[in-house]
C-alpha cells in the first residue's frame, strides 16, 4: 500500500467510498436519509484536498482510503496559533493503528 500527500486528483475516487460508506451506513441504521449529495460531498471534498493535509492510501494504483483535514484556524483554541501538533502526532498513529487492529485497512477511513 503507498501512501500519497491528498490532491484535487483524488476526489473523484474518494467521493465514490464516501458514498458506498454512507450506504452501507444507511443500511444498518434506517434514520439516514437516502438523499443525493453527490455534489456537495464533492464539493468538501475538492476544497478540503486542496488543503493537502492528509493522505490518500493506494493500492495498485487505486484510493483505497484517506485520512485528512481541515486547518488550523487561530483562535481555535483560545490564544493559540494554528494547531495543536502535539495533538495530532499521537492522534494520527493511533487512528492508524486502531484501522489495522480492526482490519479497517480494506475499508474506508476518512475523516472531515
Sequence with gaps: ??????????????????????????????????????????ELLS?????????VAKEEGKVVGYLAFEGPWDGFFGNCKGAFRRLAEVLF????????????CRRQLNYW
Design 47 to 55: 476544497n478540503l484536498f486542496r488543503r493537502k493535509y492528509g493522505v
Design 93 to 104: 498513529p493511533a487512528a492508524i493503528e486502531e484501522s489495522f487492529h480492526h482490519n479497517y
Design 1 to 42: 500500500m503507498l501512501m500519497e500527500r491528498v490532491n484535487e486528483k483524488h476526489v473523484e475516487e474518494a467521493l465514490v467510498l464516501a458514498l458506498e460508506e454512507y450506504n452501507a451506513q444507511r443500511n444498518k441504521t434506517k434514520a439516514l436519509p437516502e438523499i443525493d449529495f453527490k455534489d456537495r460531498l464533492r
